[in-house]
């Protein structure tokens, strides 16, 4: 058999359906070999990056291996922005690139680009394969690796050893059984006893909880502790869940924070938050995660329990004793709806056609969208308005580019997303400035058939950005977008399209695009000028935006 064939063979037994790129050169012999079987399908995107992000918005949400691939040189480098973002958010995702002929290896070669080096800081395992004798044992290392450690791998294979034969052999496969690490008992009695010593508790808690959101609420009821969660955790703790006190940081909410910094407890589960100046300063500090690397990376920890959420916590359930003392969570619910009530004030649709606020477009999306819909969203002011309106519910499911908070994560997750599940539901919540980057694979959710909906938060501008600019006490500057009409470049690429210019027409237009079978885009003109206030704003943010304002004023 061929080399890609094997490879295929792997993947299959793996579950893998897609393999999104560019076909080309190096890689025709990929295309060649998926074209004679039927169980993985070539996605052919427009762009390198955003096949990469597809694949890792799919492994974001199915824990299961993704793949990507582009051919040797450029084909290969656009891919590496979506594959930061894999690793950054610990997605297994493989990329297969091509590489130039063996013989010309070394020479300067047309669209020679030493991959090996290319990719090393981004892959957790890379193989160049010069011989076919060393598959299958390469194919399946890398894709032993994505898995297991969770990360990215690349196989670059030339294009002469793509095409060769390779002997016949069994192989096995290691992802069959992922262990669950169990706390030690040690560490749980000192726990407990932190816990016991405790008054007001809050719980902070973040993706690693995804599994234990039952011994979570359970836990949370007991001790009487409000629930933070960190934006990957917004799809876990529903806003309206008795104990959620909303999210943390600048993204988060003025609940979220002070069940932080007022507790003289903080139990972090499962998560890596990484800004440290919203940690607590005087309280104690308990983490539990199944990776003992990570522990105490964040904040002075005064315990770490290396062990699976569900696992730790359902047996810290039993060992702690029950609080009675609800005034800590009293206080907070207090906090969390005042904060809530403010947040809504003005964004009434019929208070004001004219201007539609964001928060208005995130909420209404969250409350028209399917019990179990999917939303991608980008990076920019946009991310502030999912994370704090959005309200996901159900079985809803949130991402993003996490940790690398790349632009343009948006589109082309929603593509990986409605491919990983074709009968959810998608919404992608673009940015403008994030959609134009990758405006071209539009053309990929109509070609594929799948009926994403993009809706386009249209404020002619890169919203973050300015608002960076103005705390930093700059006047705004080079952040307009001269954008296209959205919905005709919908209709022109064989999509639909919407345009939404009052507040009272938003509801109607949304649900269209819902109720539609098509890939729409909905594109929304907000409030350009709308402010991102951080629940927390200290002295120096409040006089860099005064004086932006006043250079804005005399220049
Ligand atoms: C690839 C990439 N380039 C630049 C940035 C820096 N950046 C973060 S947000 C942002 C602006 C996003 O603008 P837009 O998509 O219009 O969203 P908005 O902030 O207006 O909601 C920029 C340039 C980034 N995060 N990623
Ligand atoms: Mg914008």
Redesign the pocket.
Known sequence: MKLYEQLLEILQQLDVKYIFGVPGDAINPLVEAIRKQDKIKFIHVAHEEAGALAASAMAKLTGKLAVCAGTVGPGAIHLL?GLYDAKKDNAPVLAITGQIPTSELGTSYHQEVDLHTLFSDVALYRSSVYNPEQMPRVALEACNTAINDRGVTVLNIPHDVGSKEVPKTNFHLSNDHQGQIAPDEESLQKAASLINQATDISILAGNGSRNAKEALFQLSEKLKAPIIHSLKAADIIPADHPHSAGGLGLLGTRGGVEAAQQCDLLLVAGSDFPYRDWYPEDATILRIDHRGSVIGRRAPNDLGIIGDCKITLTQLLSMVSEKSDTNHLEKVRRSRNRWNELQSRNIDPDSNTKTIH?QLVASKIGQLSNDDAIFSC??????V?AARHLKPHGNQRLILSFNL????FAMPGAIGAQLAHPNRQVVSL????????LMGDFLTAVKYNLPINIVI?N?R??????MEQEVEGYPESETD?KNPDYAALAESCGGVGFTVKQANELEEKLQSAFDSAEPCIIDVHINPDELTIPPKINAEQALGYGLSKMREFFE
Request: no cysteine; net charge neutral.
């Open positions: 922005n964001p980008d990076t920019g002011a946009v991310t308005w908070a790349s632009m343009a673009s940015g403008d400035g994030g959609f134009n980057m938060f404020n501008k890169l919203g973050l950005i300015k977008l």
